[in-house]
């Protein structure tokens, strides 16, 4: 057999057990931690009731000035924030905010120092 024959060969073989040692161990493993279906469905139940509530938070707007109410927009909640003076707020960041709902109090301390950046108002 040729040099460049016996190099191919090998080649071929490397690659062919390259792949499939892999996919062998990897379906191997698979096997091994197999988890019984009836299992898999109690710890999905028993992980959707432990899951924390997630809670929102909007902005209301009464004469320029504005307030930061726990709950889902168009809700009434407990207020966390008022007093929040939005007279040099651009007319933009004014028209969006009541529409807004976030997800946490670092969304809304984030909405509310990029409403104050100098950028807004040049």
């Not at 040099?3 to 062998?24: D, E, F, N, Q, S």
């Not at 529409?99 to 950046?117: C, P």
Request: charged fraction near 20%.
């Amino acid at each position: 057999m040729s040099r460049w024959k016996t190099i191919g060969l090998v080649l071929i073989l490397g690659l062919g057990i390259g792949c499939l040692v892999p996919m062998a161990t990897t379906w191997l493993s698979a096997k091994n931690l197999a988890v019984p279906k009836g299992y898999l469905e109690d710890g999905v139940a028993l992980v959707s009731a432990n899951a924390p509530e997630t809670r929102a938070y909007h902005f209301s707007l009464n004469n320029n000035v504005l307030s930061v109410q726990e709950g889902k927009l168009g809700t009434e909640g407990k207020v966390i924030i008022k007093g929040l003076d939005v007279k040099t707020w651009p007319k933009a960041m004014l028209k969006m905010a009541p529409k807004v709902e976030f997800n946490s109090l670092d969304e809304v301390q984030s909405f509310i120092d990029t409403a104050n950046e100098d950028l807004w108002k040049e």
